[in-house]
């Protein structure tokens, strides 16, 4: 069974930074692409950012591009959401997830963390 344990959220203020990480529990975990999701009270969940399994590559929703980094550490099993320049806009609970294909829709992937929240205020 693949576990996720998302850290890091918090309460910011706009223009602050957080890094969230995502422990993941498994022994194949260069296998797995890793995405970053977003959800708002009564809100459909919505894609944030992905990585594929080991050469770097990246997608990101078009509201974070330049302001969010995502990135891994195969050695680690961990996966990370550097966010700088926040905004209130981006006030969520943050959610890690494991799939076996390097995509944004959510349905492809397997395995989720329990979620974080990060709040910023203006």
């Known amino acids: 069974q693949v576990q996720l344990v998302e850290s890091g959220g918090g309460l910011v203020q706009a223009g602050g930074s957080l890094r969230l990480s995502c422990a993941v529990s498994?022994?194949?975990?260069?296998?797995?692409?890793m995405g970053w999701f977003r959800q708002v009270p009564e809100k459909e969940r919505d894609f944030v950012a992905a990585i594929s399994w080991s050469d770097g590559r990246t997608y990101y929703a078009d509201s974070v591009k330049g302001r969010f980094t995502i990135s891994r550490d195969n050695a680690k099993n961990t996966a990370y959401l550097q966010m700088n320049s926040l905004k209130p806009e981006d006030t969520a609970v943050y959610y890690c997830?494991?799939?076996?294909?390097?995509?944004?829709?959510?349905?492809?992937?397997?395995?989720w963390g329990q979620g974080t929240q990060v709040t910023v205020s203006s």
């Open positions: 498994t022994r194949t975990f260069s296998r797995y692409a």
């Open positions: 997830a494991a799939s076996f294909y390097f995509t944004r829709g959510s349905a492809e992937y397997s395995y």
